[in-house]
């Protein structure tokens, strides 16, 4: 399968640069001048995370598809073995404890992760994330995150420009495939004494495999969150976050987004979250608490393109839910047990009528995930 994306060895070395370079920063300043006894950096964390998830509809297909997949149609579409898998999460994480400026502690992070699919591998995909947060006062923080994930198998579709030189053919099918930036901020503070507010800010940016460029987009995403502790057992969230995406619309020399017979995906998104932590009394467990989650996305492509140029997403409006509850045990210091399930649904529609059941049949989906993680934690004292 033709990439378009940085080969993995540029990846890799870029991501022990990271490494090398972070490390260099804070151990080079690891005492006071002047002063042995008071290091600067008081700790290191290390967490290790391993989950096994069930996924009932890995590619998030619709009716439509799920039936096809089924019935052994549209040769060339389905790249995959089962519409369902099990899959392995591993997750490894480095923070730092550390003052480098006075009082104020710093916290630098770094992370990687790998998710394989045990029937699927075209689905593998992993990515990094460096950090660095920092206190300005006990209730006053804020953090910087870089993240990048280089290869994300998303489906095979037609591209529509392949389709016209050689037809509907097998070959006409091609892989949808992205890699992900993302730059995020945010800053968190105390109201009063038992109301948190964080704000978020991010610049987030996808280029995608050579046969569906049309689709590289620049996001931006602004958010709060509050979180309210009703006593010392109870927590509830809520949050808003606000995204425009503007996708390039256009894939040949020559062309712009309103001048091109290809897609354009831009659109402005809404979402709301409500949650809910509750620590149980314990009966069997010392520490264990129940975790419930929900949101609700409202999302508008704002195409200026014809519904019969653009029928996918001309007038087009996602209605996503989502909903999700975590039992977590702490059973050690150093390991957390959790079992989770989610349920994602997706209602297409359309303001033209005349696509209305195309949108919804090419675009509404269920998925249905539960899962089990280990999560081990060790702390190294300087």
Do not use: C
């Not at 502790?229 to 969230?237: A, D, F």
């Not at 256009?250 to 709301?272: C, L, R, Y």
């Amino acid at each position: 399968m033709k990439k378009q994306f940085l080969n993995f060895a540029n990846i890799r070395f870029t991501y022990f640069a990271i490494i090398a370079g972070l490390l260099t920063v804070v151990f080079s300043a690891n005492v006071y001048p002047g002063d042995k006894s008071k290091p600067k950096i008081r700790s290191w964390e290390f967490n290790y995370s391993l989950a096994t998830i069930y996924d009932n509809n890995i590619l998030k297909y619709s009716d439509k598809y799920l039936q096809r997949f089924q019935n052994g149609e549209d040769q060339g579409r389905f790249r995959i073995n089962s519409i369902s898998d099990i899959t392995l999460l591993n997750s490894f994480k480095v923070v730092g404890n550390m003052y480098l400026f006075g009082k104020h502690k710093s916290e630098p992070s770094i992370g990687i992760r790998y998710k394989g699919y045990s029937g699927n591998r075209v689905k593998n995909f992993w990515g990094f994330n460096v950090g660095w947060r920092q206190y300005l006062s006990r209730k006053t923080s804020f953090k910087i995150t870089f993240s990048h994930t280089p290869d994300f198998y998303v489906r095979h579709y037609r591209d529509s420009d392949v389709t016209r030189v050689i037809g509907y053919t097998p070959a006409s099918f091609r892989p949808f495939e992205f890699s992900k930036s993302d730059v995020s901020f945010w800053f968190r503070n105390y109201l009063y004494k038992y109301t948190q507010t964080t704000f978020y800010a991010s610049y987030f940016w996808y280029k995608h495999s050579q046969d569906f460029t049309e689709y590289d987009s620049n996001n931006f995403l602004l958010g709060l969150r509050i979180r309210q502790t009703l006593n010392n057992k109870l927590k509830v969230y809520s949050g808003y976050n606000y995204v425009i995406s503007s996708a390039k619309g256009f894939d040949e020399p020559g062309e712009t987004k309103n001048f091109s017979n290809d897609v354009d995906a831009s659109f402005n998104e809404q979402i709301f979250y409500l949650g809910l932590d509750w620590t149980l009394p314990s009966f069997v467990f010392e520490q264990s608490s129940l975790k419930f989650t929900g949101y609700y996305r409202k999302r508008l492509y704002n195409t200026v393109k014809p519904p019969e140029v653009d029928p996918l997403h001309a007038g087009r409006i996602d209605n996503v839910l989502n909903f999700s509850g975590t039992y977590k045990v702490q059973l050690m210091n150093y390991l957390e047990i959790a079992a989770f399930v989610a349920w994602n649904v997706r209602n297409s529609n359309t303001k033209f009528a005349e696509n209305e059941i195309t949108v919804a049949n090419e675009k509404n989906y269920n998925q249905y995930i539960a899962g089990l993680r280990f999560k081990f934690k060790f702390l190294l004292i300087n």
